[in-house]
């Protein structure tokens, strides 16, 4: 065993270590951490902005935004992990006569969580991002595999946690970070050790769909398969109909060309295919469209293999058979620059051809005319698992199509009423994460406060005295939280 394995595995042993300490802390005590960490990002100075705009060419402002939204990010989670929501307390009394049994129930942490660092989200999707946050609220320790895009962010990042746990006087072992891409020495993986060890319980994934497969395929061959929660890729389609098109082509094609090539286009959320029936209002929204994205000037991407990637991927699809390029940046690109590039295709090639439903990172978009409405409702039923899917129409196009909606509400996460997707807001009723390919467990987000479901388990309490229960179920409820006893919400009372 060499050095680089010594270690991983003594950062996985001091992880399952700290989860008995974390087992025993309040809500109370981790959203207090959580502010904390929160503070200490907050206060981190330019160099923080300007190492990250060094290793990714994101813009500043970009990255300024980034880093308020992943300061709110712990502290909405934080509040809310406080309210007791996701402990879901429930208590059943007991009952003498009726030789009742008291039975109490409560979430708690599901063990030590590996979360991988995603490559468009310095910030907010990686070292100490929503899953870092989420997997502590929820009382699990973190071990964070660092992206290589970004090594020396995320290692600001890892350090402004650290001193936090220190100044709490946590043990070492509630947050370990790790980067480097194999086990010094061998083939063998960072990533995939980490997944396959035995004593780590879950897994939180940002990134392509053949990395997130990889991960949930050697979590699920363990002796003890384990939870893969993974965000992957996604064409988030957008169905545009006759009425609004009729009303609003060129503002639409404004505003789909704006979103289609936000960030050089690398969002999970990039609405990568856009459908409509053939007519004079679709002939206008391509002309519109084409205009806008000529004059979109190619912008750097976040690195080197994802440019490459983008190259290849643009080539293959523009490349296949019955397809057609209809808009392209007027600016020549240069090496690592994502050139926008729009391609058109019928509805019955891309129903007879998959490789035009696959995901293109990077600003690319096909957009494919349709015949009539039996092809789009067959575009809708043929659809993989997405993110999002857009209805941009007016209400007298959704009561028309009713048939499109019905369908895509079992194929998103979240399906938007006009607007384009991506605008990601950190909220309760968010949903980002939908049905697979798009994620591996369409039940949860990674987006909200509601991520912090992915890392707790049940566990009830059978006729426990009420000295040895947890806080949450104790009878004179210190914490204040809500519960819900014999059936009913009962708030800050004792029972």
């Given at each position: 065993m060499n050095q680089s394995q010594v270690y991983l595995d003594e950062r996985i042993r001091i992880a399952a270590e700290a989860f008995q300490f974390l087992k025993s802390t309040t809500i109370a005590q981790r959203a207090a951490f959580m502010h904390a960490v929160a503070t200490e990002i907050e206060g981190l100075g330019p160099e923080l902005l300007e190492t990250a705009h060094a290793e990714t060419a994101l813009p500043l402002p970009r990255l300024t935004g980034e880093k308020a939204r992943t300061v709110g990010q712990w502290r909405s989670y934080a509040n809310a992990v406080a309210m007791g929501i996701y402990t879901e307390a429930r208590i059943d009394l007991a009952n003498t006569e009726t030789g009742k049994s008291d039975i109490r129930k409560f979430n708690l942490g599901i063990g030590p969580v590996v979360v991988?660092?995603?490559?468009?989200?310095?910030?907010?999707?990686?070292?100490?991002?929503?899953?870092?946050?989420?997997?502590?609220?929820?009382?699990?320790?973190?071990?964070?595999?660092?992206?290589?895009?970004?090594s020396q962010?995320?290692?600001?990042?890892?350090?402004?946690?650290?001193?936090?746990?220190?100044?709490?006087?946590?043990?070492?072992?509630?947050?370990?970070?790790?980067?480097?891409?194999?086990?010094?020495?061998?083939?063998?993986?960072?990533?995939?050790y980490l997944t396959a060890h035995p004593l780590v319980?879950?897994?939180?994934?940002?990134?392509?769909?053949?990395?997130?497969?990889?991960?949930?395929?050697?979590?699920?061959?363990?002796?003890?398969?384990?939870?893969?929660?993974?965000?992957?890729?996604?064409?988030?389609?957008?169905?545009?109909?006759?009425h609004l098109l009729t009303d609003r082509a060129e503002d639409l094609a404004k505003e789909y060309a704006a979103s289609l090539t936000l960030g050089?286009?690398?969002?999970?959320?990039?609405?990568?295919?856009?459908?409509?029936?053939?007519?004079?209002?679709?002939?206008?929204?391509?002309?519109?469209?084409?205009?806008?994205?000529?004059?979109?000037?190619?912008g750097t991407m976040l690195n080197e293999g994802i440019y490459e990637h983008f190259e290849k991927n643009k080539i293959t699809l523009s490349s296949?058979?019955?397809?057609?390029?209809?808009?392209?940046?007027?600016?020549?690109?240069?090496?690592?620059?994502?050139?926008p590039r729009i391609i058109r295709t019928s509805a019955s090639n891309f129903l007879k051809n998959q490789v035009l439903s696959e995901e293109v990172f990077g600003p690319f978009a096909v957009l494919v005319e349709a015949e009539n409405d039996d092809e789009v409702l067959a575009i809708a039923q043929q659809l993989k698992g997405q993110l999002t899917i857009t209805i941009a129409g007016t209400k007298e196009d959704v009561q028309e199509h009713l048939d499109v909606f019905n369908v895509v509400k079992d194929k998103a996460g979240r399906i938007l009423f006009n607007?384009?997707?991506?605008?990601?807001?950190?909220?309760?009723?968010?949903?980002?994460?939908?049905?697979?390919?798009?994620?591996?467990?369409?039940?949860?987000?990674?987006?909200?406060?509601?991520?912090?479901?992915?890392?707790?388990?049940?566990?009830?309490?059978?006729?426990?005295?009420?000295?040895?229960?947890?806080?949450?179920?104790?009878?004179?409820?210190?914490?204040?939280?809500?519960?819900?006893?014999?059936?009913?919400?009962?708030?800050?009372?004792?029972?």
């Open positions: 991988f660092g995603a490559s468009n989200f310095p910030y907010a999707f990686s070292t100490a991002g929503g899953d870092t946050a989420s997997a502590i609220g929820a009382g699990c320790p973190v071990i964070v595999k660092g992206h290589s895009g970004h962010t995320s290692t600001i990042m890892a350090d402004a946690i650290a001193t936090v746990i220190k100044e709490f006087g946590w043990p070492e072992g509630v947050f370990s970070h790790i980067l480097g891409a194999h086990i010094e020495g061998t083939d063998t993986k960072i990533g995939a319980k879950a897994v939180g994934f940002t990134g392509s769909y053949w990395g997130g497969k990889a991960l949930f395929d050697i979590a699920n061959q363990r002796e003890e398969p384990i939870p893969v929660f993974a965000e992957m890729g996604s064409i988030n389609p957008v169905f545009a109909f006759t050089v286009g690398q969002f999970c959320t990039n609405p990568g295919v856009f459908i409509a029936v053939k007519g004079d209002a679709l002939e206008r929204f391509k002309k519109a469209l084409a205009s806008a994205i000529a004059t979109i000037a190619p296949q058979h019955a397809v057609a390029v209809i808009a392209e940046s007027s600016v020549e690109s240069t090496r690592g620059q994502g050139r607007g384009m997707p991506t605008g990601v807001e950190v909220v309760y009723a968010m949903q980002h994460g939908g049905p697979f390919p798009s994620c591996t467990d369409p039940r949860f987000t990674s987006v909200g406060p509601d991520a912090v479901k992915r890392f707790v388990r049940p566990l009830s309490f059978q006729n426990w005295p009420d000295e040895f229960l947890p806080e949450e179920l104790k009878n004179e409820n210190p914490l204040g939280i809500a519960r819900i006893v014999d059936g009913a919400v009962v708030t800050k009372t004792s029972i």
